[in-house]
């Protein structure tokens, strides 16, 4: 079965979306729009950030090191979040890689202004602690994901996750790419894919996959697809949190 097109994600970052006026005016003048494409690093492990980056579409994934050089893939962030969180959080130190997956465009600012903003304890200072709490379950569901689920069930969701945010079905990579970053060896995803193609679900070929059947892709994705889907959907305004352009969440001192 062949649905609609996947859709792009929105184009405006929703920790700035959602700031009232005051806030508002106080960070846009310093935003600077930029774009990056595929394969460009943000950050890498143990940067000292001089600024902090707002994606308003595209994907950045976060990827874990070992001392001999491999990587991991352990989350992503996009349109929802930021680059740049351990700094709010007390620490500017980038505990992973943040490399670009999908054509990303979105804004820049630096630290000194954003740490100023979230000093007000208002919108943004909430949001972005609620944000800190969907990026830790992301990591600790990835790694519940990386121990119990199939590699079929991770490789779709992976796939799921990248045709929804770049906008697009097919996606450009090999199987030592996507091997990498699953952690996992490159003959399992050459008889996945294999596998998913005689399905009818992808089309692979060489260098790039095509997804034919989205919905089916879906269904075999693992749960952590889901689960995060709904935890970043739901994070600025949920039926048991009132919306944070609504209501303040933290209490000033």
């Known amino acids: 079965m062949h649905d609609a097109p996947a859709q792009p994600a929105p184009s405006v970052n929703r920790l700035l979306s959602i700031l009232p006026p005051d806030e508002r ?71 992973y ?19 100023q903003l979230f000093a007000q304890r208002g919108v943004f200072h909430d949001a972005v602690l609620r944000y800190s709490y969907v990026e830790i379950r992301q990591l600790a569901q990835t790694a519940v994901c990386n121990h119990f689920h199939s590699i079929q069930s991770r490789m779709c969701r ?5 045709c929804e945010r770049s906008g697009n079905r097919q996606v450009k990579l090999t199987q030592e790419f996507l091997a990498h970053f699953l952690g996992v060896q490159r003959t399992s995803i050459g008889v996945i894919a294999n596998s ?30 889901h689960l995060i889907r709904q935890e970043f959907a739901e994070f600025l305004s949920s039926k048991k949190d009132a919306s944070m352009s609504g209501t303040r969440q933290t209490a000033a001192v």
């Open 25 to 95: 005016a106080f960070i846009e003048p310093h935003l600077e729009l930029v774009s990056f494409p595929v394969g460009h690093f943000v950050a890498l492990a143990g940067d000292a950030l001089k600024r902090c980056y707002f994606p308003n579409n595209g994907m950045i994934s976060l990827l874990a090191e070992t001392q001999n050089g491999g990587a991991v893939e352990i989350g992503f962030i996009g349109f929802e979040g930021m680059v740049g969180m351990p700094l709010v959080l007390g620490k500017n130190s980038m505990p």
């Open 196 to 225: 998913l193609q005689r399905e009818g679900v992808i089309d692979y070929s060489r260098g790039k996959i095509e997804v034919l059947d989205l919905e089916r892709l879906h269904l075999n994705s693992c749960e952590c697809f």
């Open 158 to 162: 992976w796939l799921a996750v990248m």
């Open 97 to 115: 890689q943040a490399l670009i997956q999908a054509p990303t465009e979105g804004y820049v600012v630096d630290t000194g202004r954003v740490l």
